[in-house]
């Protein structure tokens, strides 16, 4: 019981399925309808153009079995009786040639009816339905002015005429009838469930029938055209058949004529005559030369046919086993069927249109191949929006992994939901791309034209498609594969880069996301990090070539490695100066400073390579650290004498603070190191700078007991109070309306510092000179600060400062109240 519910649930699940399975197409199949101009039919059908209720539709199976199979029976009868008319008959009998009329108001019905039977385009091979394309395609076909004198009644134009001999001539337009018994036979090739070796036999017998059966009534044409009194002269008037002689020839039975000239036609065609007919007159003989010549041909033509039934493998051939195979197994899987009409509508495009396969080039050299698709597909490949800015050669490798697709009208090519393995573009042709992912529930349809691509944001990113895409008409699609792509962008990557750009216009934000996280932005900056390591090395073993190559390559010489270090580090630290040269006249940054705060200049300086130093400053370089002042007091405690003095050479900052407000000159003091205080202060080293706790270098030197760098600081301090002194002096001269000059600027904030780091509370602060008292800095604070209740000046730790002597230059103050202070 449970196994019987088991199968029978399952049952359910797939008849549900299925069924799921069968909306799901019909929606297309609407979509389709829509797309193909069916529902433009159905639409005027109703109460549209009424012209258009009248248009057969070419799939139409009572047009087609009906209709065109009675036509087929006329034309084979036209194609065999007009040779027989031309030659046997100088005016038909009153049956025959009411028969004969019959015959062309038939042809004249279907000359008509093809006005109103619609047509697929060659180029789109969706169906055309318009009255007036198709009136005008028939009226322009060179096959409407043959068919339409083909129906005019000859042999009673050719009686009213006086019997003219010229005019018999005309009849010979009616062969062109013979072109639907070739369609046919075509028809009959292509359908499986015929046998193709009894249908291509039954084709070369009625070929040969055919040709045998006209040559046989142009042979009784040359006879007849001789007067009776020299018939004797003629292939059938001279023949003597045992006691039996063909004199009088002409009122022999039909039958017997036409026998016998059907004789004359396979022996000679055959080849294999006994002599007993021969041509006797000159006409006869230079017909017989042609004759035979095409007959030459002929034997080849149905000899070489043999042949390939006999071998097998004739494109006709191999497309009926494919098809044949493909339907065995759409049969044993039970496909729907709007899929099987789909692959069946597109193996027989792939027989009818021959367009590239991977086979058909497998024998061509790979540079051949490439040539052939660069040839097809560059100057297509350059108009696409995606590859915008790309590179010549870039564009040439895309052109040799692209592959062709042709899609029929109404064909799906992309289903909303999958995930693209291609990236597709629009050669020729219209797709239409719906997505029913909007807010009024209603789909949206986008024309995809030529240069037009769609599949790359799934494509890229491993997501599913947003829209269903559709071929709107007979199109072309070029694809290409993610390897591929990957591999081009391996080389190329600059044009990776401009690619990825060029995709990202127009995309939201979540879509610039996810492309940016892509497999393809990912190679990209693996690539753009790997060059950046082999340019260091390259500068790191001074090839020069190696370097010029990559960066030519597209490599940029600003990029940095892990450790932020540009090939212009390297060079520098290694002292090259034909490659920092190099470096210098492609534009890179000479300023550029790693993670560890080092500019090439500091490499150059640093390990002792004047030229490179030198190069760099002439380029434009300054030496900029980014915490100079502890650089300089780490120096000067490790006592690295040189350097000290080339950086300060190079203009560096000696009263730079580290942070403990100390200068380089406090840790030479502290130290006892006199040469390289003599070094700081001839670099401009102020001795009356003051550390966190108050201290000048000149205490420093006082706690250490140096007396000669006290000595040396002392000297210092005197002349450097002298230049001061000079310096206030000449400053008032030229302001002579003010008293003194303060020596000390101040930031007074209107708060107390403790409130400092409250956004709420934060406000401008102001910059004044320090006056000599303190209340006289409260007073000029509170003008400027626009306050009214500040009567103390704190510092940073909140201590009040009582004397303007102990406040440091630039020094944060705080403007504040006693009643603040107290809370």
């Known amino acids: 019981m449970h196994g019987e519910e088991g199968e029978g649930g399952n049952w359910t699940r797939k008849k549900r399925g299925l069924s799921k399975q069968k909306e799901r197409w019909k929606r297309l199949g609407n979509r389709l309808a829509m797309f193909c101009g069916e529902a433009e039919d159905n639409s005027t059908a109703r109460g549209g153009d009424v012209r258009r209720q009248y248009i057969i539709h070419p799939d139409n199976r009572l047009y087609n079995i009906g209709w065109k199979?009675?036509?087929?029976?006329?034309?084979?009868?036209?194609?065999?009786?007009?040779?027989?008319e031309f030659g046997f008959f100088r005016g038909l009998p009153e049956k025959i040639f009411l028969l004969d009329i019959a015959g062309q108001l038939a042809f004249l019905l279907d000359i008509v009816l093809r006005f109103?039977?619609?047509?697929?385009?060659?180029?789109?091979?969706?169906?055309?339905?318009?009255?007036?394309?198709?009136?005008?395609?028939?009226?322009?076909?060179?096959?409407?002015?043959?068919?339409?004198?083909?129906?005019?009644?000859?042999?009673?134009?050719?009686?009213?005429?006086?019997?003219?001999?010229?005019?018999?001539?005309?009849?010979?337009?009616?062969?062109?009838?013979?072109?639907?018994?070739?369609e046919f036979f075509e028809t009959l090739e292509k359908d499986i469930r015929i046998n193709y070796l009894f249908t291509r036999i039954v084709k070369l017998l009625v070929?040969?029938?055919?040709?045998?059966?006209?040559a046989a009534c142009i042979f009784y044409y040359l006879a007849t055209t001789i007067p009776p009194s020299r018939e004797s002269y003629t292939w059938i008037g001279s023949l003597k058949m045992g006691d039996f002689a063909y004199s009088d020839f002409r009122h022999i039975d039909l039958w017997k004529r036409y026998i016998t000239s059907l004789y004359f036609a396979i022996v000679t065609m055959a080849t294999v005559g006994y002599g007993d007919i021969h041509a006797v007159n000159v006409r006869e003989m230079i017909f017989i030369m042609v004759y035979v010549s095409f007959d030459m041909i002929l034997g080849a033509y149905l000899l070489g046919n043999m042949t390939a039934l006999i071998v097998k493998g004739s494109k006709t051939e191999r497309f009926r086993d494919t098809m044949t195979e493909v339907i065995k197994y759409m049969n044993k899987n039970n496909l729907d069927k709007g899929t099987s009409k789909a692959i069946k509508g597109h193996l027989r495009l792939q027989y009818h249109r021959s367009y590239t396969q991977p086979a058909v080039l497998q024998d061509i050299p790979p540079s051949i191949r490439s040539k052939i698709s660069i040839n097809l597909y560059e100057e297509f490949i350059e108009n696409v929006p995606l590859f915008k800015g790309c590179s010549s050669e870039f564009v040439k490798q895309i052109t040799t992994k692209v592959h062709e697709e042709f899609f029929l009208p109404g064909e799906l090519v992309l289903e909303q939901g999958d995930v693209a393995d291609q990236i597709y573009f629009v050669c020729h042709g219209e797709l239409r791309e719906i997505s029913s992912e909007n807010d009024s529930g209603t789909d949206e349809v986008v024309q995809l034209k030529t240069y037009d691509s769609f599949g790359e944001v799934s494509f890229l990113c491993n997501m599913p498609h947003h829209s269903t895409v559709i071929a709107h008409e007979l199109s072309k699609v070029l694809r290409l594969d993610k390897q591929s792509l990957k591999d081009i962008v391996k080389i190329y990557y600059v044009d990776g880069r401009v690619t990825l750009n060029n995709l990202l216009e127009g995309k939201d934000s979540g879509l610039k996301r996810k492309l940016l996280e892509s497999d393809l932005s990912l190679t990209i900056g693996n690539q753009e990090t790997e060059l950046t390591v082999r340019m260091n090395c390259a500068a790191y073993e001074a090839d020069l070539y190696l370097l010029k190559r990559l960066i030519t390559s597209g490599a940029d010489p600003n990029n940095t490695d892990y450790d932020g270090r540009s090939p212009l580090h390297i060079s520098a630290s290694k002292g090259y100066v034909d490659i920092s040269s190099f470096l210098v006249e492609q534009g890179v940054n000479i300023n550029l400073p790693d993670k560890f705060g080092t500019t090439p200049l500091l490499e150059a300086i640093k390990n002792g390579h004047e030229d490179v130093a030198a190069l760099l400053v002439n380029a434009g370089a300054t030496l900029t650290i980014d915490d100079a002042g502890n650089f300089l007091c780490v120096m000067v405690a490790k006592k690295e004498f040189d350097l000290?003095?080339?950086?300060?050479?190079?203009?560096?900052?000696?009263?730079?603070?580290?942070?403990?407000?100390?200068?380089?000159?406090?840790?030479?003091?502290?130290?006892?190191?006199?040469?390289?205080?003599?070094?700081?202060?001839?670099?401009?080293?102020?001795?009356?700078?003051?550390?966190?706790?108050?201290?000048?270098?000149?205490?420093e030197a006082r706690i250490s007991g140096d007396i000669n760098a006290l000595k040396m600081l002392q000297v210092a301090k005197i002349s450097q109070l002298a230049e001061l002194s000079c310096g206030i002096q000449e400053t008032k001269e030229i302001l002579p309306s003010r008293n003194e000059i303060p020596k000390k600027r101040c930031i007074v904030f209107p708060f107390h510092p403790w409130e400092y780091d409250h956004k709420e509370r934060r406000t401008d602060g102001v910059v004044l000179w320090v006056p000599e008292s303190i209340d006289e800095l409260i007073i000029t604070a509170m003008k400027h600060l626009n306050i009214s209740n500040g009567n103390c000046i704190l510092t940073e730790q909140g201590g009040r400062v009582l004397n303007v002597d102990i406040i440091s230059n630039d020094e944060k103050l705080f403007l504040a109240s006693q009643v603040q202070s107290a809370e």
């Open 207 to 214: 070929v040969e029938l055919y040709c045998t059966h006209t």
């Open 644 to 699: 000290l003095k080339k950086v300060l050479a190079c203009g560096i900052n000696p009263n730079a603070k580290n942070y403990d407000q100390r200068t380089p000159l406090h840790i030479a003091a502290s130290e006892g190191l006199c040469a390289v205080a003599e070094l700081l202060l001839g670099a401009g080293a102020s001795v009356l700078c003051k550390d966190r706790w108050g201290n000048t270098p000149l205490d």
């Open 116 to 182: 109103f039977v619609a047509y697929r385009d060659t180029h789109s091979y969706c169906v055309v339905s318009s009255p007036s394309r198709i009136a005008m395609r028939c009226l322009k076909s060179p096959q409407f002015t043959l068919d339409l004198l083909g129906c005019l009644p000859w042999d009673y134009i050719y009686k009213a005429a006086g019997r003219k001999e010229p005019l018999r001539y005309l009849l010979w337009i009616r062969l062109t009838r013979a072109a639907r018994v070739t």
């Open 69 to 84: 199979h009675f036509i087929l029976i006329w034309a084979v009868y036209s194609s065999f009786f007009t040779p027989m």
